[in-house]
């Protein structure tokens, strides 16, 4: 089994900045990648920000420019950095892993969620 654990969510004026941060923990062989996913109510959720093993990243358009995922502890924990924060950067925040345990097979994972509130 492996826990997710979040946090770093919480209530920022617009045009402000805020940290998550994610720490994988348990039955971990290795990670393929990491992300963080945010969703709003009757909306789906949706990617926003990912990175690999190999360190490549990956952007929402909606993000690019302002939200920058890292890295840190072995690859185990994964930072989401969000600047220049918009009310409709208002959601709760998903972190993902995908990785290989120590059977070989690939398992998804989330975590519990954080939420996200930008307001005046």
């Known amino acids: 089994q492996v826990q997710l654990e979040e946090s770093g969510g919480g209530l920022v004026k617009p045009g402000g900045s805020l940290r998550l941060s994610c720490a994988a923990s348990?039955?971990?062989?290795?990670?393929?990648?990491m992300g963080w996913y945010r969703q709003t109510p009757g909306k789906e959720r949706e990617l926003i920000a990912s990175?690999?093993?190999?360190?490549?990243?990956n952007y929402a358009d909606s993000v690019k420019g302002r939200f920058t995922i890292s890295r840190e502890n072995a690859e185990t924990t994964v930072f989401l950095q969000m600047n220049r924060l918009k009310p409709e950067d208002t959601a709760v925040y998903y972190c993902?892993?995908?990785?290989?345990?120590?059977?070989?097979?690939?398992?998804?994972?989330w975590g519990q969620g954080t939420q996200l509130t930008v307001s005046s």
């Open positions: 990175i690999t093993s190999g360190g490549d990243t």
């Open positions: 993902h892993i995908n990785l290989l345990d120590y059977r070989g097979r690939t398992q998804n994972y």
């Open positions: 348990g039955s971990i062989f290795s990670i393929n990648s």
